[in-house]
């Protein structure tokens, strides 16, 4: 499966993977090892994807393969989030840069932010979401 994966990212397909993080038979962590053993560049650490508000999950994106999860949900990511997995199905679809991208410190400080600073304050990505940097 490595050797067809990396013939796929290096045809320029871009590919997406996506684990609820509760999942504890198809779990992030097998995600993770096989982007490992893919050799690919990494592009963005870990960082939690946010929407409507919330952490939806993290997003870590390598050259050509994203790997994500969904926060507190199980195998049944689109039954138990439907809403999150239709964002991130329509986030794939438009190959829209990936989510509103918070960095960790901003998240464990989020009552901290400078003054007249929200998480919609940054640059529109085209869809009323907003990165904060």
């Not at 199980?74 to 190959?95: C, E, S």
Request: proline share 5%.
């Amino acid at each position: 499966m490595v050797d067809f994966m990396k013939n796929i990212i290096k045809a320029k397909v871009p590919v997406w993977a996506y684990y609820g993080d509760t999942d504890i038979v198809c779990n992030f962590l097998i995600g993770e090892r096989f982007a490992t053993q893919l050799g690919i560049t990494l592009l963005t650490p870990k960082t939690p994807w946010i929407l409507d508000d919330q952490i939806g999950g993290t997003v870590t994106e390598y050259d050509g393969f994203t790997l994500l999860t969904v926060r507190g949900v199980g195998h049944m990511v689109p039954q138990w989030a439907p809403k999150r997995a239709f964002y991130i199905l329509t986030q794939f679809l438009n190959q829209t840069t990936v989510f509103i991208l918070l960095e960790w410190p901003a998240i464990l400080f989020f009552n901290h932010l400078p003054e007249g600073h929200s998480i919609r304050d940054g640059h529109s990505n085209g869809d009323g979401h907003s990165i904060f940097r």
